[in-house]
């Protein structure tokens, strides 16, 4: 769901989430445009199956910097909650940010969320 009435000045944190479910997916994450800001973590939660474990690209619009590259989750237990390493933390945007789940070798759902600061 897209952030609507996002306040002006700096120092404001939100965070965006997403849900794939039992198939690999990609999906566009509205943020309030236009951004400008940092990622402050980004994290991946296994859901209700061990082992599901995929590679996780997180970019910048859909040809922009890449966040995450292609960073797997390790641990894959079910419920464990685990960080994927960020290559990019400065975001400027006027579009979104693409979220890919690869292929994963236990079909399940994991959540990632991804913490944003707001700079400008």
């Known amino acids: 769901m897209p952030l609507t009435n996002f306040p002006n000045g ?13 198939d690999s997916a990609e999906v566009l994450a509205a943020v ?4 400008t800001g940092n990622v402050t973590g980004v994290r991946l939660v296994t859901g209700s199956v061990a082992n599901c474990v995929a590679a996780y690209t997180v970019k910048i619009g859909s040809a922009g910097s890449t966040i995450v590259n292609a960073v797997s989750n390790a641990a894959a237990g079910k419920g464990v909650q685990e960080a994927l390493t960020a290559t990019t933390t400065a975001v400027t945007t006027a579009a979104g940010l693409v979220i890919t789940r ?12 991804i913490l944003l600061q707001r700079t400008a």
């Not at 965070?15 to 479910?21: E, N, P, Q, V, W």
């Not at 309030?32 to 951004?35: A, C, N, T, Y």
């Not at 690869?102 to 969320?113: E, H, L």
């Open 10 to 22: 700096t120092d404001q944190f939100f965070i965006l989430t997403h849900t794939f479910g039992i």
């Open 32 to 35: 309030p445009v236009p951004f």
């Open 102 to 113: 690869g292929d994963q070798g236990t079909d399940g759902d994991t959540t990632i969320g």
